[in-house]
T-cell receptor, first 112, second 113 residues
Framework: EAQVTQNPRYLITVTGKKLTVTCSQNMNHEYMSWYRQDPGLGLRQIYYSMNVEVTDKGDVPEGYKVSRKEKRNFPLILESPSPNQTSLYFC???????????FGPGTRLLVL | DQQVKQNSPSLSVQEGRISILNCDYTNSMFDYFLWYKKYPAEGPTFLISISSIKDKNEDGRFTVFLNKSAKHLSLHIVPSQPGDSAVYFCAASVRNTGNQFYFGTGTSLTVIP
């Protein structure tokens, strides 16, 4: 089944404790993105990647890092999480900029 | 600054009637627009898209209209069904600038049986 998977689905952590949210897709897509969804702000793009080792900042990249060492994986790293990073995070992938993005099920993060 | 805006947070429609969801944008460079649908506890799923070279795109019960001069697009759902109850996001991008997308804040549609 073609899908985008994210782990963990739910995470509670404390300020400053490094964490990684994994994202994997099995569709051989070149393009991948991370978004966060917040009430009243909709979905905002954090980072995107157009291929292995090619990443670029989205609208709200501060406090986040990403890496794209393999085509299928695009982890989101929070080196020192803060409470304002409490949010619902989505990973997405697509075959190109004109193409449909397929979203993962989301990761709900709470930073205390 | 929000470049894509959905000014109606919610909309209720009777089953069988038309649902019209609206979206405005500020960046005249946007040339590709999409609508996504999102159910609770799931990721958004693609619904329909339109390129700036068109003013209308239709897919079954869903039609998207684009008014470039007004920087406005709308999604029409006819007839509305209870299963259409979800949050709808519009999104926009400039195709030649990578994979950057801008989403609106979403409109929660409730279709009343």
């Amino acid at each position: 089944e073609a899908q985008v998977t994210q782990n963990p689905r739910y995470l509670i952590t404390v300020t400053g404790k490094k964490l990684t949210v994994t994202c994997s897709q099995n569709m051989n897509h070149e393009y991948m993105s991370w978004y966060r969804q917040d009430p009243g702000l909709g979905l905002r793009q954090i980072y995107y990647s157009m291929n292995v080792e090619v990443t670029d900042k989205g609208d709200v990249p501060e406090g986040y890092k990403v890496s794209r060492k393999e085509k299928r994986n695009f982890p989101l790293i929070l080196e020192s999480p803060s409470p304002n990073q409490t949010s619902l995070y989505f990973c997405a992938s697509s075959t190109g900029t004109k193409e449909t993005q397929y979203f993962g099920p989301g990761t709900r993060l709470l930073v205390l | 600054d929000q470049q894509v805006k959905q000014n109606s947070p919610s909309l209720s429609v009777q089953e069988g009637r038309i649902s019209i969801l609206n979206c405005d944008y500020t960046n005249s460079m946007f040339d590709y627009f999409l609508w996504y649908k999102k159910y609770p506890a799931e990721g958004p799923t693609f619904l329909i898209s339109i390129s700036s070279i068109k003013d209308k795109n239709e897919d079954g019960r869903f039609t998207v209209f684009l008014n470039k001069s007004a920087k406005h697009l709308s999604l029409h759902i006819v007839p509305s069904q209870p299963g259409d109850s979800a949050v709808y996001f519009c999104a926009a991008s400039v195709r030649n600038t990578g994979n950057q997308f801008y989403f609106g804040t979403g409109t929660s549609l409730t279709v009343i049986p």
